[in-house]
Each structure stands twice: as structure tokens, then as C-alpha cells.
């Protein structure tokens, strides 16, 4: 499996070391083989049949979805990418870039032929891709066991330090927050925008973030690699947010978001999702068929 690697902050290395360890047992769940579908691997573009392969663009370790080691990349989009490649009838090859930005730009200028992701669908970002949706998100908060600060909702956030991922819609609902918290009288929120998943995570660990706001299926994944030193809360509960889709990104009007939202409904109806899905933790996650560009509006 191709990839290209970025360097990794040393904190980054020490977190994401434990996961690898931690997520050796799913890994280890052999996955049946597929059949090529004929049909769909004749709706290929040509130049793609005649390569016999497609490079998927990630922008680092997104656990328990990608998990990046060295050279290798596992996790449950790795085994769905594995899988569609065998619908489809290629071979699907990983690299991966520096941040959002650099994926959607390599994604638009042709060098690879889309992101599985997942990422977050919103209309503002459909304007320039389409997205492929396979999965629904919700954002919620990692606290300390025991959970000492009561934070439970946006609400309890006042007066708290939260850590976020720097330029993303959950910064983005947290600074709002913030303004709320003060307009109201109350405590300012202490924001804390980190780079990475890593980082963010381990400021809680260390106690110099009271909660890490973010998305739930990652936050479930280094909430059971953390040694019982944290714990999810809030939810089920909306935090700002409406119903939140994410998925593969191909270029605006690419034949390719049809091909892919074909191969997932393969994987869905002969069971190969849900195996996944349930291998990693993420049947909280599942959506019941694929589609194209099911996101609503980025909060404001």
C-alpha cells in the first residue's frame, strides 16, 4: 500500500503509538474477498481501467477511520477502501498531505482521484466537490473520568478550557459559545485549537484542557485507549450542530461520485459495511445506504 508520510509531532507519535497497539486485535479480523462487478468497473473512466488503480488522499491519522504507521495505513476506511477496490476492480492506493486544504486542492487538480475520508459534508464545501456520504457524525465532548467539571453540554462549557481542532466547525461552535458564555454574564470559554488529534487529546490527559470537543467516532476510539482516564459526554445531544454526514470527496461533477456511491451500496447490501463498521466500533456511526451530498449548512 502506497503512502506518503508527513512528519509527526512527538506527541502525536506517543498517542497514536498506544492506538496501533490498542487496535492490533481489529486489525487481525480477516475480511472475506469480492468479486469484481463488471458493470462498475466498466463505468471507470478509461484512463483509470487502464492503470488499474486509483489513489485515495488522506491527510493523516484520522482513528479509529485511518490510523497511519510508518507506511502503512489501517483503520476501517483502510478495509472499505480494500473492499470497494475489489467491487470496482482496482487497486486503491493511499497518500497522504498536510491538512484539509491540501487534500481538497489535490483532490480538484487531478493528482489523486478522490478522498475516501470520511470528511465532513457541508454545502459550503459542495460548491467545489461533491461528497460521497457513508457515514453520520455527531460532536461531543472527552473529559477526565468521573467528568469533574460537569461538562455535559455547550452550556456547562462556560468558565471551562476547551480544546478543539484548529479550523474546524467544532472551533468554530465553541467560539460562539464563547460569546454566548460572556454575553450572558458568565465565564469565558478558554479555547484551545490544536493541530491534531494527538495533541488535543492529550491536553485533557494531562489536565491542561478540562474537554476535548470534537467528533464522536474518533473521541470513542482514544476515549478506550486512554486507560480509563477519560470518559464521552454530552452525547446524543445536538451541541450546535444538525445532522452531521461525512464521506469521500471527488471533484465537482466527477462520474466518480456515482461509481462510489454504487460500490458502498455493494458493501452495504452483501454485509461487508456493517463488518467494518462493527470492527472498529463505529455501528453508532452507520447510515443505512450511501448518498451524494447529504450535508446541511456549517453551524454559525
Known sequence: MKLKM????????????GIA????????AALPTLEKDEA???????????AGKMISVNNGSFP?????????????????????????????????????????AGVNSGRYQFAFGPVGDFQSRQ??????????????????????????????????RIAVMAGGSAERVIKAQDEKCQSEGKPAVEVQSYTDQPSSILSVRSKRADAFFS????????VSQA????????????????????????????P?????????????????????????????NMIKEPGINLGGSLPK
Not at 467528533?215 to 482514544?222: E, G, V
Not at 470518559?231 to 465537482?252: M, R, W, Y
Not at 466518480?256 to 463505529?282: F, S, V
Request: net charge negative; hydrophobic share 40%.
Open 256 to 284: 466518480l461520485a456515482e461509481i462510489l456511491r454504487d460500490g458502498m451500496q455493494i458493501l452495504m447490501d452483501n454485509g461487508t459495511y456493517a463488518a467494518i463498521m462493527k470492527k472498529w466500533g463505529l455501528e453508532n
Open 227 to 254: 486507560n480509563g482516564q477519560l470518559e464521552l459526554s454530552g452525547v446524543g445531544q445536538k451541541n450546535g450542530f444538525n445532522d452531521l454526514f461525512q464521506g469521500a470527496v471527488v471533484p465537482k461533477g466527477s
Open 6 to 17: 508527513f512528519a509527526s509531532t512527538a506527541l502525536a507519535a506517543l498517542v497514536l503509538g
Open 127 to 160: 460548491e467545489a466537490n461533491d461528497f460521497v456520504d457513508w457515514v453520520q457524525e455527531y460532536v461531543v465532548f472527552a473529559v477526565q473520568t468521573g467528568n469533574p467539571k460537569g461538562i455535559s453540554s455547550l452550556d456547562t462549557a462556560c468558565g471551562n
Open 64 to 104: 479509529p477511520y485511518e490510523i497511519v504507521t510508518g507506511t502503512e495505513m489501517t483503520g476501517a476506511s483502510a478495509d472499505l477502501t480494500h473492499a470497494l477496490g475489489q467491487v470496482l476492480g482496482v487497486t486503491i492506493e493511499h497518500e497522504t498531505v498536510g491538512g484539509l486544504p491540501a487534500l481538497l
Open 40 to 50: 462498475l468497473h466498466a463505468r471507470l473512466p478509461e484512463n483509470i481501467r487502464t
Open 215 to 222: 467528533s464522536q467516532a474518533p473521541l470513542t476510539y482514544f
Open 21 to 28: 497497539a490498542g487496535g492490533a486485535n481489529a486489525q487481525d
